[in-house]
């Protein structure tokens, strides 16, 4: 990179981090796996950031870049490599609510993973249908009956009681 290039993309990535780390943990529902995340996304911006430094919106572009990552991370033969059957460490304790955070988590964590990907696009980042679709690639259509199934598969693991009860907290 050159005429300053290098110096943006290091200044737009040390500022996003934070919220790229988070949509990637709301995906994964693991740290390290987030991260390893992140590092692809933003290597892979590093690589396009000539391009993606023109985009209307530079957050929608690297947040798709991110996503579209994930949906396809399970295509890669060292996705279904594992060292641990489970986190070595403890994940971090949050004050207020943890015992629902981590049902929700745990049920969203059992959702397919495109499902997922609509679930938290639509709900934590609060994207239209078609937001989501540009994102994604797909049509509206896929995207809400990857909402609905999605939705369906969470009131079935959580119990409609449960469901309701976490639909009144948001």
């Not at 985009?55 to 690297?62: G, M, Q, S, T």
């Not at 207020?96 to 997922?116: F, S």
Request: charged letters at 25%; glycine letters at 6%; proline letters at 4%.
């Amino acid at each position: 990179m050159r005429d300053g290039s290098e110096a943006e993309y290091t200044e737009y990535v040390t500022a996003r981090i934070p919220v790229l780390r988070r949509l990637a943990y709301v995906l994964t529902g693991d740290g390290h796996r987030a991260d390893d995340l992140v590092q692809q996304t933003i290597t892979t911006l590093y690589v396009k950031w000539h391009r993606a430094q023109h985009a209307d919106n530079l957050d929608a572009y690297v947040r798709t870049m991110l996503v579209r990552t994930y949906v396809d991370e399970r295509r890669l033969a060292w996705a279904r490599v594992r060292l641990f059957r489970e986190t070595p460490e403890p994940p971090p304790v949050q004050a207020g609510g943890v015992e629902d955070r981590h049902v929700l988590r745990q049920a969203l964590h059992r959702v397919p993973r495109r499902q997922r990907a609509v679930l938290v696009l639509r709900f934590f980042y609060d994207l239209s249908v078609e937001e989501v679709a540009a994102m994604l690639g797909c049509s509206t259509g896929t995207v809400k009956s990857q909402t609905s199934r999605g939705l369906a598969t969470l009131r079935r693991l959580l119990g409609e009681r449960a469901f309701a009860d976490f639909s009144a907290m948001g």
